[in-house]
């Protein structure tokens, strides 16, 4: 039951994925969008390509910089990478994936605080990266006269970096134990030698969680920490480009920054744990975007770079979550 739960979810996604696709291709003559310009619908399907593959090395660099267990292969390590961005893709709010790449390191012989921690950190580098972005992008709305999305996204860019900051910041916490009130319960619910036996692997799971914060995030490690923030650099850049390469091969004038505007607001809003993998969060958000900031009013570009930066990474990254399972997890 619990195998066919876990299949059912990412089955899911897929399909609510292609529904909204569906839903979006009804809003407009499909002839519109076999007119795009093969090179330029090439480019875009490269950049969301490399973004993969950048986000596979970003991982492997992470890992063997703060695991302390040495450096790790590399096509193992990017194809668990790429594997668990397919779970991501397929959860509401993009979570598990983070999961996902903990459990492997775990059974690579990484302690389970430090397993979790060193997953955190690329989306530490991601959520203030797609955060501050979306803040442009807000501030930029605001500044052409749209002060209702423009204020949304400000704030809500504001409060995301704000918790995350507040998240590393715990982190590196004393004390952190697990807190007095799960105690309780376990003990109502487990009896006394089993909660006690959880507690004692939940403060020891917290401690290896805070070790690991303190021996990465720190002014000792400048120089890993700036590779890990230019490797995101790239993604970014990647990320914008996949867009931009679309909107340019349907001649439609919109440069590599409003490009990077309109993606980065789609992820800031997509990440609210609604719908799976963001759908019909991120397209909605796109064209409405799009449309009010720049005046460009395309549902074919909207299913264009849906297909290029969602539905052709979903497959590759499903293809390999499939043989990362069977080769690595069993």
């Known amino acids: 039951m619990r195998r066919s739960y876990v299949r059912f979810v990412p089955a899911a996604g897929i399909a609510l994925s292609l529904g909204i696709l569906a839903a979006v291709a009804s809003q407009f003559n499909f002839d519109s969008v076999l007119r795009i310009d093969p090179l330029y619908l090439f480019l875009a399907f490269l950049s969301s390509v490399l973004l993969l593959v950048v986000q596979g090395l970003r991982f492997k660099y992470v890992i063997d910089s703060f695991s302390g267990n040495g ?10 990478r790429m594997g668990s961005q397919f779970v991501a893709m397929t959860t509401p709010g993009y979570v598990g994936g983070e999961v996902a790449r903990a459990a492997w390191l775990t059974r690579r012989g990484v302690d389970g605080g430090r397993a979790l921690w060193l997953p955190y950190i690329e989306i530490i580098f991601d ?50 134990r697990v807190p007095g009130f799960v105690i309780g319960l376990s003990r109502r ?25 303190r021996v990465s995030l720190n002014r000792k490690n400048a120089r890993q920490l700036l590779w890990i ?72 570009m909207v299913f264009a770079w849906r297909i290029a930066s969602y539905i052709l990474p979903l497959f590759i990254t499903g293809g390999a979550a499939n043989v990362a399972l069977h080769k690595y997890a069993r």
Not at 71 to 80: D, I, Q, W
Not at 164 to 176: A, G, H
Not at 190 to 212: I, P, T
Not at 263 to 280: K, R, W
């Open 127 to 176: 959520v203030i990266s797609s955060n501050m972005v979306a803040f442009a992008g807000g501030a930029y709305a605001i500044a052409t006269g749209n002060y209702l999305i423009g204020g949304v996204l400000v704030s809500l860019s504001v409060m995301i970096l704000a918790f995350i900051l507040l998240v590393v910041r715990f982190s590196r916490k004393e004390d952190i």
């Open 229 to 300: 923030s230019a490797y995101t650099a790239v993604m970014v850049v990647l990320t914008g480009a996949c867009l931009f390469f679309v909107t340019a091969g349907l001649s439609l004038k919109l440069g590599l920054p409003a490009a990077l505007f309109i993606v980065f607001v789609s992820i800031v809003l997509g990440n609210i744990p609604v719908t799976l993998g963001g759908s019909g969060m991120v397209e909605v958000s796109v064209y409405y975007y799009t449309s009010l900031v720049f005046g460009v009013a395309s549902w074919p």
């Open 71 to 80: 450096r790790f292969p590399t096509g193992e390590s990017m194809l668990v």
């Open 189 to 213: 619910a487990l009896g006394e030698k089993r909660s006690s036996w959880l507690v004692e692997r939940g403060d020891r799971f917290l401690a290896e969680f805070r070790n690991a914060s």
